[in-house]
């Protein structure tokens, strides 16, 4: 059975004669009763009632005719659709993200998206670093908005794009003052309405607080990164409360629990009873960037080569201080001489 086949089915039904039929497909008549008897006999059901005088559809052949227009119809369309899906206009696009995207350049990704190429179905997903470049590698995402990790490795076959560094920020319930100022008026250190920082304090102010952090197995590079930055002035993180989500380590800092380093975008969740705090000295920054599966000669689908190039021009605007977002690949440079780097899975 083939679409011809089909056709014929189609304009014989709706002219029920065969001559006239035979007319309207520009063949004769023998050999389109030849090709009917053939789809019947395919098929194993009879589709028409002929006589010498009139032909009729059965009542299979009655149901069956519109999905045969169906079916003729879409195959008509697939040409354009084709077209489309090459353009990256129609599609899926599979994105997994860090909880930490969704209150800093996720949504303005999204937006200029979504505005680009509307009829594209995002297929949303939050999940930590580790997860993402497991999904990443086994086909079961296209993207992912990840943390990079301190050591720039990836696993073979991923690409990396940076979009955005930021620092860290002090989370700390809205009543909380450093050792030396506790005792001065509570409005001090009051959260600014724009969620913004609103006071600055050095690690040693802190350092002995009660911490709730991401668990290493699940964020190594974030937890790194913190646990670093207390060694550094050699303090050790008295860790209080272990969560891997951002809006439950910010509502354990609202109940009083500890206080938190979080990324700065994290001022846009504003909590009732947290305050964020800028660090003093040298802060330590995060960077969030965007990992996808090379997919060998053939490349990123017309839908994630868009979405890569909406992130490119985004990263400059999102990051501070501007500068043009570079790719980068897993492994050496083509041209160098350098050992792999070892792998090492980021978290968050």
Not at 221 to 242: C, K, L, M, N, W
Not at 260 to 273: D, F, I, K, M, Q
């Amino acid at each position: 059975m083939d679409l011809r086949q089909l056709r014929y089915f189609v304009t014989v039904a709706e002219e029920l004669h065969f001559g006239r039929a035979a007319a309207r497909l520009a063949m004769t008549q023998p050999p389109l009763s030849q090709q009917i008897q053939a789809l019947e006999e395919e098929i194993g059901v009879q589709l028409f009632v002929r006589t010498r005088r009139s032909v009729a559809l059965t009542p299979a052949g009655q149901q069956w005719l519109p999905e045969v227009r169906r079916v003729l119809a879409d195959a008509a369309g697939l040409p354009a659709l084709a077209q489309r899906l090459a353009r990256g206009e129609v599609g899926t696009l599979s994105l997994a993200f860090v909880s930490t995207a969704d209150y800093g350049i996720l949504p303005d990704l999204l937006r200029r998206f979504r505005a680009r190429h509307p009829e594209v179905q995002l297929q949303l997903r939050e999940a930590t670093s580790d997860i993402q470049l497991d999904a990443l590698a086994e086909g079961q995402i296209d993207a992912g908005l990840v943390i990079r990790p301190q050591m720039p490795a990836l696993p073979h076959g991923l690409s990396y794009l940076p979009l955005v560094r930021e620092p860290l920020v002090l989370a700390v319930p809205q009543d909380w003052r450093p050792p030396g100022r506790r005792g001065q008026a509570a409005q001090a250190d009051a959260a600014r309405p724009d969620g913004a920082p609103s006071g600055a304090v050095a690690l040693a102010d802190f350092a002995h607080e009660p911490l709730i952090l991401f668990p290493r197995r699940s964020a190594p590079a974030f937890h790194d990164i913190i646990t670093s930055y207390y060694a550094r002035d050699g303090f050790a993180p008295v860790i209080a409360q272990e969560a891997i989500q951002m809006q439950t380590i910010v509502s354990l800092v609202s109940a009083g629990i500890g206080v938190a380093l979080v990324p700065a975008s994290l001022c846009n969740l504003r909590r009732t009873g947290v305050s964020y705090l800028a660090l003093r000295g040298a802060v330590p920054q995060i960077e969030t960037g965007l990992a996808w599966r090379d997919n060998g000669a053939a490349g990123p689908s017309p839908v994630l080569r868009s979405f890569i190039e909406i992130a490119s021009a985004l990263a400059p605007a999102a990051r501070p201080g501007g500068g043009t977002a570079k790719r980068r690949t897993a492994g050496p440079a083509s041209n160098s001489k350098a050992k792999p780097e070892p792998k090492q899975k980021p978290g968050l």
